[in-house]
């Protein structure tokens, strides 16, 4: 089964998006931050991280940014989740290695076209 | 003191007595008041967790598990659905396509988006608040048809009330509110301009043309604002308004939101007035904007008159243009080390400067998926 790591601080996003991607089938390990969710990814490679920008401690980025820099975990698809107000992270994000971006409020059926885009994308 | 002035200790005692019964009655009091209200806490929590599965079946987009999850909402009575609706109202915000209509439809079938439009006209000082929320709601709903009467609400006299329909009209984003919004910065009954200002930028391209008309207003804020978003909007169409204001208006505050915004509109013809700005007798701020500007706008024709401008004695023009430089590419890259080599020592440390920044910046950056990473990868999944 294809793992997903989730780090978002908001609870019904959380909560919506783990429910919309165990619906199709992806077993999930959600976190509400990024410090967790980095732990948990080094202690067990998932095969694609979903990272929101902003949330206390670590942000999204930094996580991307360490899971780039280990080489155990360099090769994993991230995706970012990000508030329309942020877009400038968008370029960040982009620079510190993730491989795509959706854009807060987002369509859960378009989130889910997204992480199976990535996925096909990595694995070609 | 004496004997006859002495209280009677029947009196005391009664009064002792009356002060323990009052201060138990109080104790009670506070405790059943508190029992109520965790109870209260705890039927709510348990509605909204029983009600989130609900909300989150309507994400699914299966048809008979949406068709289940809304007929269970829908039979809510009234004290369940308040108790619900700030969840329902806080997931709004969050997602857009099929579900945001479900949960839109939601208020619509319980009569409470009509609710808020009777809100929004309820009359008195002692109703803002419900006029505030009701505004509120008729936002985060993305409720078009309130859009007038909300425009018409910009006129309350409660503060929060004009902020509450200025937040809305943004989210509900009808290019009309552009005028009415605009207003708001001027006159009596203002909203505060950041508030009308990400409102305006809401509202999209459809606000151009009034917009563009704000700039020649005779409030130097109403045209600054106006300036601003044009830029941040990137309405292309209006870069000769801009560059007028930036060449002409009265205040000197527009004439450097008229620079930075015709940097962020990236278009050649604004590279000339820019540089004019620069070369003539203007204010230290204006031709540092100006400087900035041209990195923006990606003038890569501009590259020798930011190098020369490295050495200027104002120290914000010359640093803004190394900055402009680093953004330039390549050419602005080689015009840095240039003066590097062979500058003055003012231009040199700014030119230094930018170019240490750059390269802490680039080393910052991971150097993406190596081999290694790869092969390491593989033998993790083996």
């Given amino acids: ?124 | 003191m004496t004997a006859g002035t002495a209280i009677p200790p029947g009196v005391i005692r009664v009064v002792v007595l009356s002060l323990a019964g009052c201060i138990g009655l109080l104790g009670i009091l506070i405790v059943t008041a508190r029992v109520l209200r965790r109870w209260r806490e705890h039927r709510r929590a348990a509605l909204n967790a029983l009600a989130r599965t609900w909300l989150l079946e309507l994400a699914t987009g299966d048809d008979a598990r949406v068709a289940g999850a809304r007929s269970r909402v829908a039979a809510l009575d009234r004290r369940q659905w308040k108790a619900l609706e700030p969840t329902v109202v806080s997931l709004l915000a969050k997602v857009k396509g099929e579900l945001r209509s479900s949960l839109v439809s939601l208020f619509d079938e319980r009569g409470t988006t009509e609710h808020a439009r009777h809100g929004l006209a309820s009359g008195g000082r002692f109703r803002q608040v419900r006029r505030a929320r009701a505004a509120a709601l008729l936002g985060s709903l993305g409720n078009q048809d309130a859009w007038a009467p909300l425009c018409a609400v910009l006129e309350d006299r409660s503060l929060a009330v004009r902020i509450a329909a200025a937040r809305a009209l943004g989210q509900i984003g009808v290019a009309g509110a552009a005028r009415p919004l605009l207003g708001k910065l001027a006159g009596s009954r203002r909203v505060p301009s950041d508030i009308v200002a990400y409102a305006l930028i809401q509202l999209g391209p459809g606000a151009g043309r009034d917009l563009v008309q704000a700039v020649s207003h005779e409030e130097p804020l109403v045209r600054a604002v106006a300036v601003e978003i044009l830029g941040r909007t990137g309405a292309v169409s209006a870069v000769q308004t801009l560059i007028a204001a930036l060449r002409g208006d009265r205040s000197e505050e527009v004439r450097i939101r008229a620079a930075r915004a015709i940097g962020r509109l990236g278009m050649l013809a604004g590279v000339a007035p820019l540089l004019t700005i620069i070369d003539a007798g203007e204010s230290t701020t204006l031709r540092a904007a100006a400087a900035a500007a041209l990195g923006d706008l990606g003038a890569g024709a501009a590259t020798p008159r930011l190098e020369r401008l490295l050495h200027d004695p104002a120290y914000h023009v010359a640093h803004n243009a190394a900055g402009s430089l680093l953004r330039l590419g390549p050419a602005g890259e080689a015009a840095l080390t240039r003066v590097v080599t062979d500058g003055e020592e003012q231009a040199a440390a700014h030119a230094m400067e930018v170019l240490a920044i750059a390269s802490i910046e680039a080393a910052r950056r991971p150097r993406g998926r190596t081999r290694q990473a790869a092969r390491h990868r593989k033998e993790m999944h083996r």
């Fill in chain 1, 1 to 124: 089964m294809v793992t997903v790591l989730l780090a978002e601080d908001d609870a019904d996003i959380r909560d919506l998006v783990t429910f919309k991607l165990r619906q199709q089938g992806y077993e999930v390990r959600a976190f509400e931050d990024g410090l967790s969710a980095l732990a948990s990814a080094r202690d067990e490679m998932p095969d694609l991280a979903l990272l929101d920008i902003t949330m206390p401690g670590m942000s999204g980025l930094d996580v991307c940014r360490e899971l780039r820099a280990d080489p155990a975990t360099a090769d994993v698809p991230i995706i970012l989740l990000t508030a329309r107000a942020q877009e400038s992270d968008i370029e960040t994000g982009f620079s510190v290695g993730a491989d795509d971006y959706v854009v807060k409020p987002f369509s859960p059926r378009e989130l889910v076209s997204r992480v199976q885009a990535v996925l096909a994308r990595i694995q070609a």
